[in-house]
């Protein structure tokens, strides 16, 4: 098939997923891949990714690798830059998808074609797989979130509520807005932030992905360290100076409290799990919220803040997008149908 023909590639950006992808993989080859390529681009792994994935696709799949490890969104600006259908769907290596995940996501894609970024809802597994930690709602209702100030303000307060892994979107647009690849963490919030500015958003409420969640993901590490907190007071911060004239007291307000309550509850939750002494770096962290989030001229990042030993930078498909929200348990942004 031709890429004239093809209608959506699906990137899956891999990293030491040996032990996972498989899941994914077996969960795609059930389905019918008349009209999509797969692509598999691996961060450098250091075990049997790439030979798990030949096995698998044997043939049917492009498979690129990069020599060293580059993180999760440069190596997802990369794959998008290798795409040449109409859309792209973006899959994580630890996840899998229902066995009509692709013609439901198709059939909304082409009925809303005027939506740039489309997602569905999630359920969330625990590490084996086996057990669901939350079941996402199956209602079938249809979001549309049309761009302006409305929604990237709800999206300032709520954080992120679109889903990466599942999503399907115009490639053109992705490429355009692309990830931010200076921010580990939050680079898929600030491009959601850019994105409702431009583009139109589509929720589409069935749980067609699986997330799962286990201890080696960066955002299980993040509890222990809080380093995306920083890094999400500082995108907020930089979103509150671009966009000053849509912003009042009442929103920084908002955003305030909001801090301090995650804050202080990732204080706690280090403190149960013994580590007081960044339990106590994590609750001066409120100093930095009121700077970043009251226009103070100190940035969060000219703040220095220890967190212990320095840690390496989380590799590709080890670092996971911090999640504040989740987007089947909100109020609704926009139009529904």
């Not at 993989?25 to 692509?39: A, E, F, N, P």
């Not at 790439?50 to 698998?56: C, D, V």
Request: net charge neutral; aromatic share 8%.
């Amino acid at each position: 098939m031709t890429d004239r023909e093809s209608w959506c590639t699906i990137v899956v950006p891999t990293y030491n997923g040996e032990r996972l992808v498989g899941d994914l993989i077996r969960s795609l080859l059930v389905q019918d891949l008349g009209s999509y390529k797969l692509l598999f681009i691996d961060d450098g792994s250091t075990d049997r990714t790439i030979e798990t994935i030949e096995a698998y696709v044997r043939g049917r799949a492009r498979i690129v690798r990069h020599s060293k490890n580059i993180g999760l969104y440069a190596t997802l600006n990369a794959a998008i830059d290798e795409v040449c259908t109409p859309y792209v769907c973006l899959l994580f290596q630890d996840d899998w998808v229902a066995a009509d995940y692709l013609p439901e996501m198709r059939a909304v894609v082409e009925k809303y074609p005027e939506a740039s970024f489309v997602w569905s809802a999630i359920n969330t597994v625990d590490s084996s797989g086996e057990r669901v930690t939350f079941k996402g709602i199956d209602t079938r209702r249809v979001e549309l979130i049309t761009p302006g100030p409305a929604p990237w303000r709800s999206a300032m307060q709520r954080g992120t509520f679109w889903t990466i892994s599942g999503s399907v979107t115009k490639t053109d647009r992705i490429r355009s807005l692309r990830f931010d690849e200076s921010l580990p963490h939050c680079a898929d919030f600030e491009l959601l932030l850019r994105g409702l500015r431009s583009d139109t958003f589509l929720y589409f409420e069935r749980p067609l992905v699986n997330i799962r969640e286990h201890a080696g993901q960066a955002s299980t590490r993040n509890l222990a360290e809080s380093k995306d907190i920083i890094e999400a007071l500082e995108v907020r911060r930089e979103q509150l100076r671009l966009w000053r004239p849509d912003v009042n007291f009442a929103l920084r307000l908002h955003l305030f409290l909001h801090w301090i309550d995650l804050i202080f509850r990732r204080a706690v939750g280090q403190v149960r799990r013994g580590h007081h002494d960044q339990a106590f770096r994590t609750c001066g962290l409120v100093l930095l919220a009121a700077k970043a989030l009251f226009g103070l001229s100190t940035s969060v990042n000219d703040a220095v803040v220890p967190t212990g030993p320095a840690v390496p930078r989380a590799p590709s498909s080890d670092t996971t997008p911090m999640r504040e929200t989740a987007p089947h348990q909100q109020e609704p942004l926009g139009r529904h149908e």
